[in-house]
């Protein structure tokens, strides 16, 4: 079998061979990361402090949790892996805590504050401005005052000589020791007192950012106030509410210093959240790694409340 000889003469025009590699796309993958880079190099100063302030005390805390660290009298620290978890589930007090946590924070957060805060809001919406005025402002102080400073004042109002007390004989109504009877409730109520401003902001600007003609175009149609709260109201405020519950619950969680002024999570252990059995195992019992785990707990249970939030009251119907 013989080939056709080729001819190179002037006639003839030669292919040139074809590219190799894809240029173009590399020289498009290039400029999409000198991009990317160009645009994250600002943000480098944050990522740094990011890491160095909030994610390595969290991996450092991490690490202390699976450890038996302790306050004082230890020379070295050992790896105990999971013992301190398994020591959390099986002590009572501990369990106890637990409980005590999600009461205070229903009581307080998902049902006090949010609830007060929603009603606060939309009584403001079609009161006076003397009226709102005046709201405004005593709710706002009982938020801006110092967690101590609060807890003083709820003690005051709870005591066996205190003024709920001395308005209940006026009223010649039966009267007990609230901090000991209803230790519980005593703080949550204190924490609704203190946080229902928070609530109450949030819920006013979400009101003032629906129009006025869907309300008035219900009215119009005959919805009363309930109906028109449940079905225009409350779906048009969903993030608002998601937000609003999300930070709620994580500033609840983490209260100590109101509940540590009025009872010391007393009597006994009846108003010992997780907070309070930390600092007690951690500086009274010197066991910081064992509380250390315990605030890991606590980190998971706010997580997982953020979890459900965020997929029950997403925007998408």
């Keep these: 079998m013989t080939t056709a ?38 943000l480098s100063p944050a990522l740094i402090l990011l890491l160095l302030f909030l994610a390595g005390p969290i991996a450092y805390c991490a690490y202390i949790a699976f450890t038996d660290l302790q306050l004082t009298g230890q020379a070295h620290s050992s790896f105990v892996g999971f013992a301190n978890f398994r020591t959390a589930f099986k002590d009572s007090e501990f369990l106890n805590a637990v409980w005590l946590t999600l009461v205070f924070t229903v009581l307080s957060s998902l049902i006090g504050q949010n609830t007060i805060g929603l009603a606060l809001a939309a009584l403001m919406q079609r009161a006076s401005k003397p009226v709102r005025t005046l709201t405004g402002g005593i ?31 006026w009223l010649h ?61 409350l779906p048009m405020i969903r993030r608002s509410i998601g937000t609003n519950l999300m930070l709620n ?18 009597p006994g252990n009846k108003s010992q959240t997780l907070p309070l059995y930390m600092y007690e195992q951690a500086f009274q019992n010197s066991m910081i790694g064992y509380a250390t785990a315990v605030a890991l707990l606590l980190l998971l249970v706010g997580s997982l409340f953020s979890v459900i939030y965020m997929r029950l009251l997403r925007t998408e119907v």
């Design 139 to 169: 709710v706002i102080t009982a938020w801006v005052l110092p967690e101590v400073v609060a807890g003083f004042l709820l003690y005051a109002f709870f005591r066996r000589e205190g003024t709920l007390n001395a308005i209940l004989d």
């Design 249 to 266: 619950t994580l500033q609840t969680l983490s209260v100590f210093g109101l509940i540590w002024v009025m009872t010391r999570g007393g």
């Design 5 to 42: 000889p080729q001819h190179t003469g002037p006639g003839v025009r030669k292919v040139p061979p074809g590219p190799t590699a894809p240029a173009p796309q590399l020289s498009t993958q290039k400029r999409l990361f000198t991009r990317t880079l160009t645009r994250l190099l600002p």
């Design 173 to 233: 109504l039966p009267s007990q020791n609230w901090l000991f009877t209803l230790p519980i409730l005593a703080v949550s109520f204190a924490n609704v007192w203190r946080g229902t401003a928070f609530s109450m902001l949030v819920y006013s600007a979400a009101l003032n950012e629906i129009p006025k003609e869907i309300t008035e175009a219900a009215e119009v149609d005959g919805a009363s106030g309930w109906r028109r709260m449940w079905h225009i109201t």
